[in-house]
C-alpha cells in the first residue's frame, strides 16, 4: 500500500499548489490507511509534513510583500501556545480506551479519527459553498476585532494539535473578516501561520524513538514536488473552479472514516 501512499503524497502536494489550501487535510488518512500508521502518531508525521509545505506554499507570497507579520503575530500567538498545550498536556490525558458503548469500544486512536472526519466534512462544507470573498473596501467598514480573532486562533491551535491539520480553511476567513486582510495576503498569511503553528507542535512534542525520519523526509519531499507541479498548473487551471469538485472529494473521506472506523 506504501506505493499508492507515496503517489497521494504527490496528490496533496499538486492539490496544495493548485487550490492553495485543503489538500493537506487528506495527510492524515494517507498515512493511517495507506501507510499503516496509528492515528496519534499520523498526527505527529502530519505536522511536519503540514509545516514543511506550507513553508514551501509561503515563499512565493512572501516575495510579493503578501504576508502581514503583524496580522500573523496577532492570529499566530494564542494559536502557538495552545497547540504546545494540546499536544503536550491535553492529548496525553486522553485515555486508550475512551467510551464503550455496547460492545464497541472507541479507543484513543478511534476518537482522533472521528474528530478529523468531523473536521474534514466541516472543511468540505466550506470548499463546496459558493465563494463569499470580502473585498477590502467592505471591510473596512468593520470593526478591527482582535481579541475574537486571537480567541478563534487559540480554537486552530487545539484542532491542529489534536488531529495535525493546519486549518486554512478557519484562519482565512478569520483573517478577512475580523482583521480586514485582503484574500491574497490572507492567504500568503495563513500559510506563515500554519507553518509555524505545525512545525512547533511537532518540535515541542515529537516522538522521537517512535519517529521513522526517512519515511518522514520522503513522504515531506514528494508533498513538496507536487506543491512545485501545482503551481506551475496553478498558472494554466484556475484553482477556484477545482475547489468545490475537491470539497466534495473531502466530504465522500470523511464520511468514509466515519463508516470505516464506526462500522467495519
Not at 514543511?52 to 507579520?69: C, P
Not at 470539497?247 to 473521506?253: A, C, D, E, K, S
Amino acid at each position: 500500500m506504501e506505493i499508492f501512499g507515496y503517489i497521494a503524497s504527490v496528490l496533496i502536494g499538486i492539490s496544495l499548489g493548485l487550490i492553495g489550501g485543503g489538500g493537506s487535510i487528506l495527510t492524515v488518512p494517507v498515512l493511517v490507511y495507506l501507510f499503516g500508521l496509528d492515528a496519534f502518531l499520523a498526527t505527529e508525521y502530519s505536522l511536519f509534513i503540514v509545516g514543511i509545505s506550507s513553508v514551501v506554499g509561503s515563499v512565493s507570497y512572501f516575495k510579493k510583500g503578501l504576508v502581514h507579520l503583524r496580522t500573523a503575530l496577532i492570529f499566530g500567538i494564542p494559536s502557538i501556545i495552545s497547540i504546545f498545550l494540546t499536544r503536550n498536556y491535553i492529548l496525553p490525558l486522553i485515555p486508550d480506551e475512551v467510551a464503550t458503548i455496547s460492545s464497541f469500544v472507541v479507543t484513543k486512536d478511534i476518537f482522533l479519527l472521528l474528530i478529523f472526519a468531523g473536521l474534514m466534512i466541516l472543511a468540505s462544507y466550506k470548499m463546496i459553498q459558493k465563494n463569499t470573498e470580502c473585498s477590502v473596501e467592505s471591510l473596512s467598514l468593520q470593526k478591527n476585532n482582535m481579541l475574537l480573532a486571537a480567541g478563534e486562533g487559540s480554537v486552530v491551535g487545539i484542532l491542529t494539535g489534536l488531529v495535525g491539520a493546519g486549518g486554512g480553511f478557519m484562519i482565512i476567513p478569520a483573517l478577512v473578516n475580523l482583521l480586514k486582510t485582503p484574500m491574497k495576503a490572507a492567504i500568503g498569511t495563513s500559510l506563515v501561520i500554519i507553518s509555524l503553528n505545525s512545525l512547533i507542535g511537532f518540535f515541542s512534542s515529537m516522538h522521537s524513538a517512535a519517529i521513522d525520519w526517512r519515511l518522514l523526509a520522503t513522504i515531506s519531499a514528494i508533498a513538496v514536488v507536487g506543491i512545485i507541479i501545482g503551481s506551475q498548473l496553478s498558472k494554466k487551471i484556475d484553482g477556484k473552479k477545482l475547489k468545490p469538485a475537491f470539497g466534495w472529494f473531502i466530504l465522500v473521506m470523511g464520511i468514509y472514516i466515519i463508516v470505516k472506523e464506526v462500522f467495519i
